[in-house]
């Protein structure tokens, strides 16, 4: 029985923990689309104030080509993120789900015994009614 509860609260904890980890990664992905787009209105008001949007033209903004380098880089980023977070939501699924069975497993075992419990009570309560009953 307590190996049962052990495991149980080893799988909540495990469950807990690739929740955090979700959570986390999420987290991160809202930051770095907040610095892309910080990036793109970089380059966009750079672009206007030199009035050249062609990054092949010769007088194109040196900042703005750094700018745009920089912004790929998070796009690269963001897409190991993704990555990243639906690995996590996949195994968090399966912790889940792991966690479910064995509470499951222990909820029937439970069950069982109240009922073999309750069968017990009721059979007790028959021989007293019946020794009552003969009694009189």
């Known amino acids: 029985m307590r190996n049962r509860e ?14 955090r980890k979700v959570a986390e990664l999420e987290l991160m992905l809202g930051e770095f689309r907040q610095r892309e787009r910080d990036l793109e209105a970089q380059v ?8 050249i949007s062609d990054v092949a033209h010769f007088a194109y903004p040196m900042f ?15 897409e190991g993120i ?9 195994e968090l699924a399966d ?4 966690l479910k069975k064995y509470e499951l497993l222990d909820g029937n075992r439970k069950r069982k015994i109240r009922k073999e419990a309750m069968r ?12 009552i009953h003969r009694r009189q």
Request: charged content about 40%; hydrophobic content about 35%; cysteine-free.
């Open 6 to 19: 052990s495991l149980i609260r080893l799988h909540k904890f495990q469950v807990d923990e690739k929740r």
């Open 44 to 51: 966009e008001a750079e672009q206007r104030k030199a009035g």
């Open 64 to 78: 703005a080509k750094s700018v745009l380098r920089r912004r790929e880089n998070i796009l690269e980023s963001i």
């Open 82 to 90: 993704e990555r990243q977070l639906d690995t996590a939501k996949e």
């Open 95 to 98: 912790a889940f789900r792991e």
């Open 120 to 131: 017990a009570e009721q059979s007790s309560l028959d021989e007293i009614a019946l020794t």
